[in-house]
């Protein structure tokens, strides 16, 4: 077993001071929207049709504590991630090579790099990108060595429709709110120190992003309003996280932002004849927009390309003049793959971006070492190693194909690799496991409360607005650099039996850090 | 029928933009807590036993218009009215007349009365009060001169548990929200001027009003720490309202409250041996706290009384040390009958409390006629314009009972006396209806949609603390005022065919004003 890192935790709590920080946390998550749409397995449809009804987001009834030294790195980093992504995004030759090889294996991935090809035959009418981006981790010990520091681990990094930087937010804020109005025990010393609870401030800061980008849009080809949209999933549960980067916009901002289902982009967006994104509101057809920036919260997954108007939409919308966040190239730079090229033990790729070593070491000293299977020499290493059932207990095997799900862990690896060809084990990669410290917490969700063990991951957000520098309609490299921002954190607790994050999907919490000195 | 005031009303809008009104303003609501817990037709306790869900409160999807004239003298009158009823608490003599008429009608009437003499045998050991006052109005206007000016008519003066102070805040900030974010039609002049839409500050003014009762109850008799209780209903589907006032006094003046049901008084609460309130929470028995200050959100209708011991349980907190919001004479000062003999024809009693001429005929010209039923001269006039029905469709016939329901309207009015002994006359008072100018408004509830012609209520809340003056045991007037303000407002608004008000109970929506010459 792992060595214990963290104090005690959580406080122990009688069931009537359980019961006051349940009906505390929920009537103030309900007042601040730390909130989602329920379940239709906990509210039918036809229970419900408009979708009135909203229940507390599912959250840890306590913050987390997490080592303050990793915290603080996962913080530092940020800048350099920042700036690593949009130099990946922006060499496009590389990113070539890299997605070549994924062609064979994932449709998807082909079919973002056919859009990304047919839009440079055409020429690129915008420069600039925007990235909000969240770099992912767990806290890593060695169960080995009991007086090793405890370190990061990236999970992954997230190029796209990076979630809850709006409840991220509000529940740092409950949990302040709880230590400081006394429905916390007052005899946990764990718990007695407000400053140790850090505040995140994600959704003000992910919103200054893509009013960054709106402002850099300048003052556009049309004389009609200018507005950002999203681009959203429907129905979408976990709305109120990405209302909470709307209202900003408005409040702080004075900039007006629409929400448009993906299924019906092309119905209610046309292109001028200068390539310039027009959006006309169907509830409003005498005030088109021309939109800024694109904000996408779709379009991520395989799953919302349910037909061939979903490919054309997303095409319509890389030719177009607006700002992308994401653009279709650094859709691209958060591919599994391209996390698994840099992690690869010896890889030159890293320090091909950030040559300055004192950069690229201190991201380095994040990943995870991580493996192709192919017939590569370090393909032939990983085979060796995931098919042996000792060493196959330190990694988890993982789907080369975006989308999720279906990791096969540790003892597991051996028998199923051996139960498919060989042929398909290119599609995945080997992935050391993070043995993340023992930690308890209780987590509720739709008012059921459970307590025990948990795993935590950080997610830290950056805000990365730069100009590609375009050389006869290829992207060479990095022009200019307009933002690059530290954007704030989430913390999403799950329990430590379930695999798969994803706090509106069921699977995790939403939570707070609580530093300690480990 | 009534002459026409407002301009065309609501903007005539498309199946579309409705929708996309109702989904902003849903979405808003609930990321703000303008919400309420479902009732239980909508979602069943074993569908959701512990009461995690929650929906929008009722409201308008526009703001109403109302006339700026009305709106200001409302606003200005309110520190009169607030010294009124300080002045009418604090002197017994007076308040005693009135009441010992009643209590032969009216049980709950006698019972506190009973209560306000127990404590006064004992000796009063709190000589601060405070009132969280909030005076209802309808426009009315001559609906046979079509010349005349929309004036303000008194519905009622509340003096305990005025509630909607919360959401009144939140309803304004969502009618500016849609506003601003182009969310109304663009088209709608009547729509046009954001300066128009009044901001409500209620939650944080009455906040602020508990605070000031804090504050003046002192440094306290014990070392423990000091805290607001707010003593509620079981349970609560109006919770988030209050919880508006609770989490400013945590965040803007670090005072901690904590929520007692009615029925768990004597439970969890004792008095010390000079009367200090101390609350242990049942959380947390470890920190028993004392109590400044009492704020009353159960306890003013008969209903709340539900066992000697709920009569109990009042006396016990009225013979402590902590301030009342409200203390029994305060309450008693809100009682229909005190309303009826101020808004007499001729009475003395407004200018025995208001001696300046100036101020009392301010709130005079607000007062709607209003008779008794009884043997006096007055009362005999009432009863041949009750029994007319000619005459009596210009009146509304109320019982003097406090706890709402049972009027009886216009022409009904005639059988129904006639249908009862003239003993029981008495009971009821008649009051001259008030004549609103036609409006129509959509309210939004449950995610439905209704439009139609509507009747808006305006409530001003106010802060009175004051010092009473103690004579021998006797209340004999106002000895010193510590705050007296005016507090926000409320606006009410109901469908025109319903005549009961009271959102949460599920006839009206929350509104707010938009400012119109008319």
């Known amino acids: 077993m792992s060595r214990d890192v963290y104090p005690e935790y959580p406080p122990d709590v009688s069931g009537m001071q359980l019961r006051n920080i349940v009906t505390s946390a929920q009537d103030w998550s309900i007042a601040h929207g730390l909130a989602v749409r329920p379940a239709p397995t906990f509210v039918s449809e036809s229970q419900d049709p408009t979708t009135s009804l909203a229940v507390a987001a599912p959250i840890t009834l306590f913050p987390s504590p997490f080592p303050r030294n990793c915290f603080e790195d996962a913080l530092s980093i940020q800048e350099a991630y920042n700036e690593l992504y949009a130099r990946i995004a922006s060499e496009e030759s590389w990113l070539k090579g890299v997605v070549e090889e994924l062609v064979e294996i994932d449709e998807f991935m082909a079919e973002l790099w056919n859009i990304h090809k047919k839009v440079k035959d055409e020429g690129y009418v915008q420069d600039l990108s925007l990235g909000l981006f969240r770099s992912d981790y767990m806290v890593n010990i060695d169960p080995e060595n009991a007086t090793s520091k405890a370190s990061l681990r990236q999970v992954e990094f997230n190029t796209i429709a990076s979630s809850f930087g709006g409840l991220s937010s509000q529940i740092s804020a409950l949990h302040k709110f709880l230590l400081k109005s006394g429905i916390y025990p007052p005899d946990v010393s764990s718990l007695n120190n407000e400053n140790e609870l850090i505040e995140s401030k994600s959704a003000r800061l992910l919103a200054s992003g893509l009013a960054e980008a709106h402002k850099a849009y300048g003052s556009g080809n049309t004389s009609l309003p200018k507005c950002v949209l999203f681009v959203v999933q429907t129905p979408e549960r976990n709305v109120f996280d990405q209302r909470h980067l709307e209202y900003p916009l408005i409040y702080d901002h004075g900039i007006r932002t629409y929400r448009l289902a993906f299924s019906e982009i092309l119905k209610h967006t046309h292109l001028d004849s200068t390539r310039t994104l027009i959006y006309t509101p169907p509830h409003s057809p005498s005030t088109p927009h021309e939109v800024s920036t694109l904000y996408f919260r779709a379009g991520y997954a395989p799953t919302d390309y349910t037909s061939p108007d979903s490919w054309a939409a997303r095409l319509h919308l890389e030719r177009s003049r607006a700002i992308k966040c994401p653009s279709i190239l650094t859709h691209l730079s958060g591919a599994k793959k391209i996390q698994q090229v840099l992690a690869t033990p010896s890889s030159p790729h890293l320090s091909h971006f950030l040559p300055d070593s004192t950069t690229s070491s201190s991201i380095l000293a994040t990943f ?75 987590i509720l969700r739709n008012g059921e409360v459970q307590k025990g063990g948990v795993i935590g991951e950080l997610g830290v957000y950056g805000v990365m607005l730069w100009r590609n520098k375009l050389v006869g309609g290829e992207h060479t490299g990095v022009e200019e650099v307009l933002v690059n921002k530290e954007a704030g954190y989430l913390l999403r607790t799950k329990g430590d039996t379930s695999e798969e994050g994803g706090v509106a999907a069921g699977f995790g919490a939403v939570d707070s850090v609580m530093l300690v000195d480990v």
């Open 368 to 442: 995870a070492p991580i493996y192709p299977l192919d017939n590569t020499a370090a393909g032939q290493h990983a085979r060796s190693l995931a098919l042996n059932r000792a060493s196959a207990a330190n990694f988890v095997l993982k789907p080369q194909r975006e989308g999720g799900g279906n990791n096969i862990y540790r003892s597991k690896i051996p028998d199923f690799l051996k139960s498919i060809p060989e042929t398909q084990w290119p599609a995945y990669i080997l992935m050391e496991m993070i043995n993340p410290p023992p930690l308890k917490n209780v």
